[in-house]
């Protein structure tokens, strides 16, 4: 299914969308792996009676992972993930959902994991700048008529539909609290029963940031977090693991993650956890119950893009990663009819015609998640920046339409650009309280603190204001 060489492809690259995609397979692929297909529905069953476990092959592990169970010392605690769990010894001992998950998430990674690449006697290594050239998944655009939108790809609609599945947007207050950063859960919350539905979202959502986000990354821990622990991080040596580029097609899978956990935030929910009570009860702020898990990793994605990117590759391969910087700040503009797009049951009798959208601006409403995801709006401006004039003379067209479209993001409503000045001030006044200060500048200071903990915990490199 998701595994493919270069003489076998994978059932899901024959299905997708390029210049000889088959319908057919990929119909009956959606049918297969849908949530309500037979093969989750064997896999429900297995589970129930917990028959059977699998061991995903650690060599095609994200790297930090495989670093997290070689780590004897950490093994009574587990190192606190749920991903990590179900460990035995240096091995993890999935369910056969869990298993499913893997391969579901590692898929877009695939052609990017130098492990498995060395493992293929057949494929030739390539370097950096050829690997970066290569980073665009290939298109139908040369079927498309003018004005039609690419179909999207199996994968896609199958991500969207395990997410309105499995992950629930805003609303519910779920029984149990979501930890702020990856790997941070004790012993004792750990016995969570793998049926219920609270442990699946979870499970999914730090899988997906796993593999998709923090991958090779050397420094996936805030600081205080690792020395908390008593864990050991790879040395900085390692950080040309992060020079890889992203995979063909991730930054599209990245960029719908970020889309539907962001939409309606703070909206009722579409779905309620098994055994909770209906609430339906608007959330008190735009910042989101599953922001926290992936902002820290999206960030250091988003960077190591910028940072290390090569010279001499073709710029529009960085525009993945730059596309899905664009609609975590601007999560006011998702719409559920953009999201509809990738929903098959929608999907059918419905044309791919461009849809056209009302102008979406930052309104007040967005303020806590602006406040809360500061550092995508100022430090990340300079870093691209950075990336700009580094590639400025490799494609000017290109590099100035991106620096354009910062720049119609940050100017595009004066209420953001006014309270992103306020941040500015407050971060920068040595004035922690001041008897003058007005309600909403108390608001804007209790961010500051926040601030600067994210700035000490991103670790790795230099990062300021």
Not at 128 to 138: D, G
């Amino acid at each position: 299914l998701f595994v493919s060489s270069p003489s076998s492809p994978s059932f899901l690259d024959l299905a997708a969308a390029g210049p000889d995609p088959d319908p057919a397979l990929a119909g009956l692929l959606l049918a297969l792996l849908a949530p309500s297909g037979p093969l989750l529905a064997a896999a429900a069953a297995a589970d129930r009676r917990d028959l059977i476990r699998f061991v995903f092959p650690s060599e095609r592990l994200p790297y930090w992972l495989r670093v997290a169970l070689a780590d004897a010392d950490a093994g009574a605690r587990a190192l606190a993930s749920p991903l990590l769990a179900a460990r035995v010894g240096s091995e993890l001992h999935l369910s056969v959902f869990e298993y499913f998950l893997f391969w579901f998430a590692y898929y877009p990674v695939s052609s990017a994991d130098p492990v498995a690449s060395a493992a293929a006697p057949t494929h030739k290594s390539r370097s950096r700048i050829e690997s970066w050239v290569s980073t665009l998944a290939p298109t139908a655009a040369g079927t498309r008529k003018p004005g039609q939108k690419p179909e999207p790809c199996l994968y896609l609609k199958l991500l969207y539909a395990y997410l309105r599945e499995f992950v629930p947007t805003a609303a519910c207050t779920p029984v149990r609290r979501l930890t702020g950063t990856l790997l941070q859960r004790t012993a004792s919350e750990e016995g969570a029963d793998a049926a219920d539905p609270f442990a699946r979202a979870e499970f999914f959502l730090h899988t997906l940031v796993q593999f998709w986000l923090v991958g090779d990354d050397f420094s996936p821990l805030p600081v205080q977090t690792y020395r908390a622990f008593g864990l050991k991080l790879p040395s900085r040596a390692r950080a040309e693991l992060s020079e890889q580029p992203p995979s063909p097609g991730l930054g599209d899978a990245v960029k719908l993650l970020v889309m539907y956990l962001n939409c309606c935030v703070g909206g009722p929910a579409r779905m309620v956890f098994e055994g909770m009570t209906a609430r339906n009860v608007v959330c008190d702020s735009q910042v989101g119950f599953w922001n926290p898990l992936i902002q820290r990793p999206m960030y250091r994605f988003v960077l190591r893009a910028f940072l290390f990117c090569p010279i001499g590759a073709v710029i529009k391969n960085a525009t993945q990663v730059f596309s899905v910087w664009l609609a975590y700040m601007e999560p006011w503009k998702v719409t559920q009819e953009e999201l509809d797009e990738y929903d098959v049951s929608r999907m059918q009798g419905m044309g791919t015609q461009v849809m056209q959208k009302g102008e979406l601006l930052y309104t007040p409403s967005w303020k806590s998640y602006v406040l809360s995801n500061y550092l995508f709006y100022s430090s990340m401006v300079v870093h691209f920046l950075g990336f700009a004039h580094k590639f400025i003379h490799s494609d000017v067209s290109s590099v100035l339409v991106m620096i354009l479209k910062v720049l119609e993001v940050l100017s595009s409503s004066a209420e953001l650009v006014d309270l992103l000045y306020k941040v500015d001030i407050a971060y920068h006044s040595k004035l922690v309280t001041s008897p003058s200060t007005s309600s909403e500048s108390d608001d804007v200071m209790k961010y500051v603190p926040s601030i600067r903990e994210q700035l000490k915990g991103l670790g790795g490199w230099s990062d300021r204001n």
